[in-house]
């Protein structure tokens, strides 16, 4: 009796095993399918795919043998191993050091707008009417050595009446008729040195030390003598700015 | 740098009052419109040609010398301004203004030191990169 009840119990539990089990040949999937705790496998898949769509391409990509082995992102074929190690270290030589990649919409905004420029040359270059004239005096710096630059005469005037000239060339000139020459000859007629009276200051001072000091040197003077209570009075300077409040005439001085 | 106005600025950058600006500092040589003339260090320009003289000589009409601490050279007085001959007046003119007279210089930040801002930016970036990269690690394993 109790070999029986061992043999039927030992039948009963073969029976059941043998129909849950996926790949024997009594497998019984009704039964299976209202089992509570069934399981077809006991081992964990390596691979778990996200959803049905990356399953179904992945079955088309790999087959079906595939599909539980880890693919490596860099290369298509996972199966062979060789390959797959010289993938890895490839791809481990190919990662760069770990730096901000910024998008493109993310980089500083390039602008276009241009910047306003305006001075003196522009000025000067757009210049109309009798400044016009004064603009061809004026050559670019590129052609400075191949055209001769053209003297102006400026006259200048005196505190009641016309002064005196200038001659020289002319480097740059404003709106204010503001001069700018350079190599310059200045004539003026005065009064005789009795004849001219000085009341402005007291005595006079010798301060040779202290022009030296400020490192200037007084133009030299060329005096002619014209009559008997009248002198001319010519000296050449380097570069001067003219105020162009004492400017009574531009006039240029023919090319010889 | 003292403070110009809104006319100043524009006259200081667009016509050629802007050589008393310019020549700051440098010896000059005035002559006036009275036939004098003063020579100094300019010490102040406005935008409007008012120059301020200093260790300054006025030389009368008949070249008599004298001596002043301070000569102030208003805008009218001025006949023409004698440019030291050191001076290329074309060149000088056309970098200023390019260069722009009224720019003050960019003061050069303290000897390549940084300020705690910078400092503290560059700490936080290059702990964000370590993470990047120990998260990097920890996927791979």
């Known amino acids: ?256 | 740098m003292q403070q110009f106005s809104a006319r100043e600025k524009y006259l200081v950058s667009n016509t050629l009052n802007c050589w008393p600006v310019m020549l700051q500092g440098h010896s000059v040589l005035i002559d006036l419109h009275n036939e004098t003339s003063v020579a100094g260090i300019i010490d102040v320009a406005d935008g409007h040609m008012t120059c301020e003289l200093t260790h300054a000589v006025f030389i009368d009409r008949n070249g008599g010398q004298h001596p002043f601490d301070h000569f102030m050279v208003r805008n009218r007085m001025i006949r023409q301004i004698h440019i030291p001959s050191y001076l290329d007046a074309e060149q000088e003119l056309r970098s200023a203004m390019e260069r722009g007279v009224l720019r003050r210089k960019r003061v050069e930040t303290k000897g390549g030191k940084r300020t705690f801002k910078q400092k503290r930016a560059e700490v936080r970036h290059k702990e964000t990169l370590q993470m990047i990269s120990q998260q990097k690690k920890n996927k791979e394993t």
Not at chain 1, 8 to 15: A, I, K, L, Q, V
Not at chain 1, 110 to 136: Q, W
Not at chain 1, 189 to 196: A, E, I, L, Q, W
Not at chain 1, 217 to 235: F, Q, Y
Request: proline share 5%; charged share 30%; with cysteine.
């Open chain 1, 1 to 256: 009796m109790e070999s029986r009840d061992r043999k039927t119990s030992n039948e009963d539990d073969s029976s059941e095993i043998s129909e849950l089990d996926v790949g024997s040949d009594r497998f019984n999937p009704l039964r299976a399918l209202y089992e509570p705790n069934f399981r077809v496998t006991d081992a964990v898949p390596k691979v778990i795919y996200q959803n049905l769509a990356a399953f179904e391409s992945a079955l088309k990509k790999f087959g079906i043998w595939q599909l539980n082995k880890r693919q490596k992102p860099g290369s298509a074929e996972g199966g062979d191993q060789g390959t797959s190690k010289k993938a890895s270290t490839s791809e481990a030589v190919d990662i760069l050091p770990p730096e901000r990649r910024f998008e493109p919409h993310q980089m500083p905004t390039t602008s276009s707008r241009k910047k306003h420029h305006r001075n003196i040359f522009t000025y000067m270059e757009a210049a109309v009417g009798p400044l016009e004239l004064l603009t061809k005096c004026i050559s670019p710096a590129s052609h400075n050595e191949s055209n001769e630059r053209r003297r102006v005469r400026v006259v200048i005037r005196k505190h009641g009446s016309v002064g005196g000239s200038v001659e020289g060339e002319l480097l740059a000139f404003d709106k204010q008729w503001n001069l700018l020459l350079r190599n310059v000859t200045e004539t003026w007629k005065r009064r005789k040195y009795n004849y001219g009276e000085q009341n402005i200051c007291d005595t006079p001072v010798d301060c040779t030390g202290r022009l030296k000091e400020l490192g200037i040197t007084l133009p030299r003077t060329v005096v002619k003598n014209l009559n008997r209570k009248n002198v001319e009075i010519r000296r050449e300077l380097p570069q001067i700015l003219i105020r162009g409040e004492n400017v009574v005439l531009v006039s240029l001085i023919p090319t010889k």
